[in-house]
Every structure is written in C-alpha cells, then in structure tokens.
C-alpha cells in the first residue's frame, strides 16, 4: 500500500495550525481583555506616562467613569481636560488636603463628583463625616437647620468674612434664639399675630411680623429713624404720610411694649453673636478631634464637600482660565499674522504674474 505524501511536512502543517489556533486565541484573549478589562490598559497608560488616574462618580446613582488624566497644554498644564466629564483642576494648587490613592509603581487614583472641579481624598471623607458627626450634639442644636453642606462652607468661610455669612445663614433660616425656651417664643409668636389681625392695632398692622418684632426690640431712641426706614420702605413716595403718623405709631409700640407678655421680650431670632460663639466651637472641635480610621462615606463626602467653593480655590482657577484664554487669544494671533502673510504671497504673485503677462504682451 502506497501511503500518500504531502508536499509540506506534517510536523510543519501541525506548527502551522498550532500558531493559527494561538492567534485566535491571542486575539479573543486581547479583545476579552479590552472589553472586561479596559481598566488595565488605562492603568497601563499612567504609569507608564506617570499620569494620574481619575474616577468620576454620579453623586445620584453612584455610576463611575475612569479614565487617565492628562494635562491640556494651555494653562501651565493645571487642567485635566476629558469631553465627557468637564475640566477638573491638578489638586496640586488646591489647598485641600486632596491626596490621590497611591498605588504601587507610580498609579496615582483621585475622585471626583462629576460636577467638582476638585477631587475628594479619604482625608476629606472621614473628616467630611466626622464634622456631620458632632454638629449633631444637642449643644450645636441651633445648627441643626443648616443643611450639611451649607454648614461646611461657614466653617471654611475666612475670619474676615465669617461674620457677614452668619447673618445671610441666620435670616435664610430664620434660627431661633436658644436661650428662650420654645413654648415662649411660639407664646410671643402667636401675640404678634393676633396684634397684626386685631383692627384695633390698624396704626401698627400693616408691618410684617418680622418688621413689629424689629421695632419692638428697638432701643427708644433708635425707634424713629428705624420706624423712617420702614416708612420709606412700605409706602411709595407719591404717597402723602400724615406729619402725626409717625408719633402715633411709637406711641402705640409703646403701648405694646407694657402689655405683660411682651414686657421682657427678646429676639426670637439668635443673635449674631451666639451664632458666631456656635460656629467658632464647632469648628475648634472639629479641628482638635481625632479622624476614626474607619472606612468613610464617599458619595456623601462628594455631595457635601466644599472644595469648590474654596476663595483661594476660586482664586487660582481664575488666573488658570485668565492665562488660558491669553494663550488661546496669542495662538490666533499668531495664526492671524500667518494667514496675512500668506495672503499677502499670493496677492504679490497675482500682481506680478499681471505684470510678466502685460510686459510679454
């Protein structure tokens, strides 16, 4: 029996087929690998360009998007530019303590919101928590109608701002004064609004509640001119105000002010003063407690940190976006200059190709 020969060896068909299968395994391998495992090749690419790596997080769904950051060439290179999530800022010039995860051999992982321009480190979130942690005690109770985040701004607010805050958060919230117990400020309350609805009282119920509770906390001799002010404020110029009526009315808060349960009336709204002791301690407490080394609440340390609302902060992303826009401004310039050079090429070969052509002609 003859067997039959091949004109390419079986050993070499078998190393052939071999590489063959090799290859499509090689290729389903890679493509697998990009498809569950994208995250690798990114993480190569930082460490090998020494780039740090951002995660965005959707404060809402807690959806994540990473992605290698790297540098615009505008800016001194201190933007982190991706289309899909924005500009976000190198936490370098931050004056956070926004230190990324450091991984081994060179892979640096920040996160962010995808609305911040800032990232939030681990430091920020325990401290973020702990900070939520003690403004919860009965001592800080008059605090406890400012929303988290708000409360962290007045905390990070300059001395030489802090005070002005204060009043904006305490009209906003209207926050009572701690040292009246609630049932009498709800007793005084009622009194003022059972005045403004009484006919009889027509010479001072046409001022809002807060207007009345002003005029009769007012010393007597600062009464007129805030009573002026008010005036002013709720009539029109055109109309004629009676010369008597004003002495009428600081008569009749007088009258007001001997009736029993208004005698020894305070502010039912805390006085700057107690609000800034408040905000003072809170944040001398903050500053000298230890942060638990446990694992923090990212997504709520996202929603509520206040890094983007830093003054210095805000500072710094402005002369970044200043010089970008000078760069950006130079570049077209620059691209001005060679676009009417070039022009000008062409409109002198124009002309002297009409002057070679009327010479010959």
Same mark, same amino acid.
């Given at each position: 029996m003859i067997i039959p020969t091949f004109p390419i060896p079986l050993h070499i068909l078998a190393a052939i087929g071999a590489g063959w299968v090799a290859t499509v395994v090689l290729i389903w391998f890679i493509m697998d690998l990009r498809y569950y495992g994208k995250e690798g090749f990114d993480f190569r690419k930082c460490r090998k360009k020494n780039i740090p790596y951002f995660i965005d997080v959707d404060i809402g769904s807690g959806n994540a998007m990473g992605y290698p950051a790297e540098t615009t060439k505008?800016?001194?290179?201190?933007?982190?530019?991706?289309?899909?999530?924005?500009?976000?800022?190198?936490?370098?010039?931050?004056?956070?303590?926004?230190?990324?995860?450091?991984?081994?051999?060179?892979?640096d992982i920040q996160i962010h919101g995808t609305l911040d321009g800032w990232p939030t480190s681990i430091r920020n979130a325990a401290g973020i928590e702990k900070i939520k942690e003690i403004r919860r005690k009965p001592r800080y109770q008059p605090l406890h109608r400012i929303p988290d985040k708000e409360l962290l701004e007045i905390l990070d607010t300059p001395d030489d701002h802090l005070a002005h805050d204060v009043k904006l958060f305490i009209e906003k919230y209207k926050i009572p004064n701690p040292d009246i117990p609630p049932e009498e400020i709800q007793a005084i309350d009622a009194k003022l609004e059972a005045i403004l609805r009484d006919p009889a009282h027509r010479l001072v119920n046409w001022m809002r509640?807060?207007?009345?509770?002003?005029?009769?906390?007012?010393?007597?001799?600062?009464?007129? &001119?805030?009573?002026?002010?008010?005036?002013?404020k709720y009539f029109a110029e055109s109309e004629k105000i009676p010369d008597k009526f004003p002495g009428l009315v600081l008569n009749e808060l007088g009258s007001l002010k001997q009736d029993p349960a208004?005698?020894?009336?305070?502010?039912?709204?805390?006085?700057?003063?107690?609000?800034?002791? &408040?905000?003072?301690? &809170?944040?001398?407490?903050?500053?000298?407690?230890?942060?638990?080394?446990?694992?923090?609440?990212?997504?709520?340390?996202?929603?509520?940190?206040?890094?983007?609302?830093?003054?210095?902060?805000?500072?710094?992303?402005?002369?970044?976006?200043?010089?970008?826009?000078?760069?950006?401004? &130079?570049?077209?310039?620059?691209?001005?200059?060679?676009?009417?050079?070039?022009?000008?090429?062409?409109?002198?070969?124009?002309?002297?190709?009409?002057?070679?052509?009327?010479?010959?002609?």
């Open positions: 505008k800016g001194a290179g201190r933007i982190f530019h991706k289309s899909e999530a924005g500009a976000k800022i190198d936490p370098a010039i931050s004056m956070g303590q926004d230190e990324p995860f450091r991984f081994a051999r060179g892979l509640k807060d207007d009345l509770t002003a005029m009769l906390l007012t010393h007597e001799a600062d009464a007129p &001119l805030l009573l002026s002010q008010m005036l002013g208004l005698a020894n009336m305070q502010s039912p709204i805390i006085a700057t003063a107690k609000m800034l002791e &408040l905000i003072n301690a &809170l944040k001398s407490e903050a500053i000298s407690t230890v942060i638990d080394p446990k694992f923090s609440a990212f997504r709520s340390a996202l929603k509520d940190n206040p890094n983007s609302f830093r003054t210095t902060d805000i500072t710094t992303l402005e002369n970044i976006l200043r010089q970008m826009f000078v760069e950006d401004l &130079l570049s077209k310039i620059n691209f001005m200059q060679w676009g009417i050079i070039a022009i000008g090429i062409i409109v002198a070969g124009a002309v002297s190709s009409a002057i070679v052509v009327s010479v010959i002609k």
